[in-house]
């Protein structure tokens, strides 16, 4: 009998052996640490602002913004599904997509939910290369020099640009014109960091308490992190910490925690990194044989003069000053109000026939309002937009004035 | 000497152990039925005779025609879910019970094996199985496609092009990849077999296993379970296709197979070498 009771022990054994290592390797990749101690002033000079670092690494991306269930399939436009829900028993539609989202707005909406892995390789300034591991797919977006590549494996889709040179040295320059020109009148010793530091810390200061966190590791580093944390009650993010990393100041994480929760509703960190001078090879993009490619024109600055003036009723510059320091005052209660006027014709139409708006607002007295962990939007009968990252009620209060 | 002696003991046992199981007509059958389907796949996009627009069917279909080296990676993505579990369900979870259920087991054990070598040779069987299941998997996807399309330089996810030898090592890789999630299934099949003398139930519940855990990986409120479980890495095998060969999933599946090894490997030594043998 008592045989028969040893021979029960693996049974029992690999088990607990199996756990425990689990435990152990997760106990030891969050081991606390500790540096040598900073202000948050030093702390964010600290921040790296050298472009010719090397790095590649693998990051994570978690976002649970708590928005509403929603069963959106990217590229599948309205009428498809409308079209299938013809053809289908009425039994199950359950299995149709509730809404559509393309383009632009279907990446958006992906970057808000959802867990993304990615590597990520960059080389100085000019060469970088953004590698989302989707599964059985992948998407790349790859700068190297002056062509930028984006490829979509799933789609056999590629779209290319070239970054004219004189362009951008001509917007370079004008934008140290304009900033010679200006500088005096920053309130702050531009040439000193620390003045810098500083004037961030104090002007943020009024609105937030900044502070320096414990520190952690991330993705097998030692890295310093500041916690902002608003004051006030009208904002929905309780706190927002930033971890960077104290051998090289390059930003390891980034975390935004919503009012009410306690797992964070927006995620980036990296889990690996190594300051290796990743390969050439990976910068290096020939579209393969069967490949769809989109020339895509870089806009030129006479491009962008002109889509500023078919924007419908620009605000004027000094309209925009007085909407910005007035935002800037109400510090994180803020909310931004845009007139029906200004909202751009896309969302309107949007708003009229896409299921996807239904889906994801619900009635309140006087409109739809959007909600998620971190964002509301307030969409008035009227056509007026009013967002921010505050309570519901909040933004009801600004838009009943 | 002695050692060299166990050695050549349980080398014949091995080898018997595998001549039992490819001579019987119930393996082949499987074989032949897993080599239909790049077989289908193949004949499926040929007759269509349309190019499948990229981005619609499984992934990898739109390539079939462009070059037959893919058949052998789509017919994979196809029979991962449901198929190969199946056969490993079969063949693993007749392993004890269906010795036991033949009345066969009693004789095994009356020669001088010891239980827990009879585990050992049982799932090294099952894990040859493995082997020999995605490999012919991929080798008659690759005669198929060479006989019905073109065959050239493979464009991997990222959009780099390989040669084919290059390609021909990324295929055994994912042939590797598949047979390591099998042998986490082979012994959770193992320890279910010890649990009864009825094979079909030792199959059905390993093939069970197997589903169940792909249904619970796919509900969102069970993420935290999600990195756990047998199934959640078998697809991850694509990381193999890309460039630079990505082989963390390689090595994180690895790790979780072997886990569940260890665990259903002890929890049937513990089973097998308490139970009372009756037939």
């Known amino acids: 009998m008592s045989r028969n009771r040893r021979r029960w022990i693996p049974a029992v054994l690999a088990p607990v052996i199996i756990a425990g290592s689990v435990l152990g390797f997760s106990v030891q990749a969050n081991a606390a640490i500790d540096l040598p101690n900073k202000s948050a002033s030093q702390i964010l000079q600290m921040i790296n602002t050298n472009p010719d670092i090397a790095f590649s690494g693998r990051i994570v991306k978690k976002a649970s913004m708590g928005l509403p269930p929603m069963n959106v399939v990217p590229d599948i436009s309205q009428s498809m599904i409308d079209e299938a829900a013809k053809r289908m028993p009425k039994e199950m539609s359950d299995f149709l997509p509730k809404a559509s989202a393309q383009g632009q707005l279907a990446l958006a909406l992906e970057f808000f939910a959802g867990t993304h892995t990615a590597n990520i390789y960059v080389d100085g300034a000019n060469k970088a290369r953004l590698q989302v591991l989707d599964l059985l797919s992948e998407r790349d977006y790859i700068r190297n020099n002056n062509e930028l590549w984006s490829y979509d494996a799933g789609k056999s889709r590629a779209e290319h640009s070239v970054i004219n040179e004189s362009e951008v040295k001509s917007a370079e320059n004008d934008a140290r014109t304009l900033f010679n020109q200006n500088s005096g009148k920053l309130p702050f010793d531009y040439t000193s960091p620390a003045a810098v530091a500083e004037y961030v810390l104090n002007e943020a200061g009024k609105y937030a308490t900044i502070s320096v966190a414990s520190d952690a590791k991330i993705a097998g580093r030692g890295a310093y992190q500041i916690t902002i944390t608003p004051k006030g009650n009208q904002s929905l993010v309780a706190s927002a910490t930033l971890s960077i990393d104290a051998a090289t100041g390059l930003p390891l994480a980034a975390r935004v925690i919503a009012v009410g929760q306690s797992t964070p509703a927006f995620e980036v960190a990296f889990e690996s990194i190594t300051f290796d001078k990743p390969a050439a090879s990976n910068f290096n993009f020939t579209p393969p044989a069967g490949t769809r490619v989109v020339e895509v024109a870089a806009p030129t600055k006479a491009d962008v003069l002109r889509e500023i003036a078919k924007a419908p009723q620009a605000p004027s510059e000094n309209d925009a000053r007085t909407q910005l320091e007035d935002l800037a005052a109400q510090g994180w209660g803020a909310v931004a109000v845009i007139p029906a006027a200004q909202v751009p014709a896309e969302l309107r139409l949007l708003q009229v026939n896409n299921n996807l708006y239904k889906e994801l607002t619900k009635p309140v007295s006087g409109g739809r309002v959007f909600t998620s962990a971190l964002m509301n939007i307030f969409f008035a009968d009227n056509g007026d937009v009013y967002a921010g990252s505050v309570t519901v009620a909040r933004l009801l209060e600004v838009a009943a004035k | ?279």
């Open chain 2, 1 to 279: 000497m002695l050692r060299d002696k166990f050695m050549e003991g349980f080398g014949t046992l091995v080898r018997s152990e595998l001549s039992v199981l490819f001579r019987r007509r119930r393996t082949w059958a499987m074989l032949a039925t897993i080599a239909c389907i790049p077989i289908f796949l193949a004949i499926a996009v040929q007759l269509s005779g349309s190019t499948i627009p990229p981005g619609e069917g499984p992934p990898f279909l739109d390539r079939v025609s462009q070059n037959g080296l893919f058949v052998g990676f789509t017919a994979m993505i196809l029979a991962i879910p449901l198929f190969l579990p199946l056969t490993i369900g079969v063949v693993a979870g007749d392993t004890i019970a269906g010795e036991a259920n033949t009345g066969t087991l009693r004789y095994l054990l009356i020669a001088p094996v010891s239980r827990a070598r009879l585990l050992v040779i049982k799932f090294i069987g099952a894990s040859a199985f493995a082997i020999a299941a995605t490999a012919t998997l991929m080798i008659t996807g690759i005669i198929v496609g060479l006989i019905l399309f073109p065959v050239g330089p493979v464009t991997l996810l990222s959009g780099d092009v390989i040669s084919i030898p290059a390609a021909l090592l990324r295929i055994a890789l994912v042939a590797g990849y598949v047979t390591i999630s099998l042998m986490g299934l082979s012994a959770v099949g193992l320890f279910i077999s010890t649990l009864t003398v009825i094979p079909v139930g030792a199959m059905a519940a390993t093939v069970v296993v197997s589903t169940v855990s792909q249904i619970l990986a796919t509900l969102p409120q069970l993420e935290i379970i999600h990195p756990y479980l047998l199934t959640f890495n078998w697809l991850g095998f694509a990381d193999l296709l890309r460039a630079p060969m990505d082989f963390h999933s390689m090595a994180i599946n690895t790790i979780v197979q072997i886990a569940y090894i260890a665990i259903f490997g002890s929890a049937a030594y513990s089973r097998f070498t308490t139970k009372d043998i009756l037939s």
